[in-house]
């Protein structure tokens, strides 16, 4: 079955950096784009960045020129990284599979402090 799992969350500062990770399984994940969402407390769900089976990214405009998505094809895994973190991207970020993000993983705290 299709399995979607995040890591690398966690407690950072303002100005700090994480790398978020996406292991998939169940399914031919070089085929498919590949998302991550979040949300913050409060707030509706949004879509961070995507990355298609081409390589093609895109980027919410809120996290442009900090936030970078890639793929590993090899080790079916997605990545997040987030440099120069903000109080704002505090959140629960998850992974979704394909353009209509009809799996998703069961997500992964990143919490920013000032």
């Known amino acids: 079955q299709v399995q979607l799992v995040e890591s690398g969350g966690g407690l950072v500062q303002a100005g700090d950096s994480l790398r978020l990770s996406c292991a998939a399984s169940g399914f031919t994940f070089s085929v498919y784009t590949m998302g991550w969402f979040r949300q913050a407390p409060g707030k509706e769900r949004e879509s961070v960045a995507t990355?298609?089976?081409?390589?093609?990214?895109n980027y919410a405009d809120s996290v442009k020129g900090r936030f970078t998505i890639s793929r590993d094809n090899a080790k079916n895994t997605v990545y997040l990284q987030m440099n120069n973190l903000k109080l704002e991207d505090t959140a629960v970020y998850y992974c979704?599979?394909?353009?209509?993000?009809?799996?998703w993983g069961q997500g992964t705290q990143v919490t920013v402090s000032s």
């Open positions: 990355i298609s089976a081409r390589f093609n990214t």
């Open positions: 979704t599979r394909g353009r209509e993000s009809d799996y």
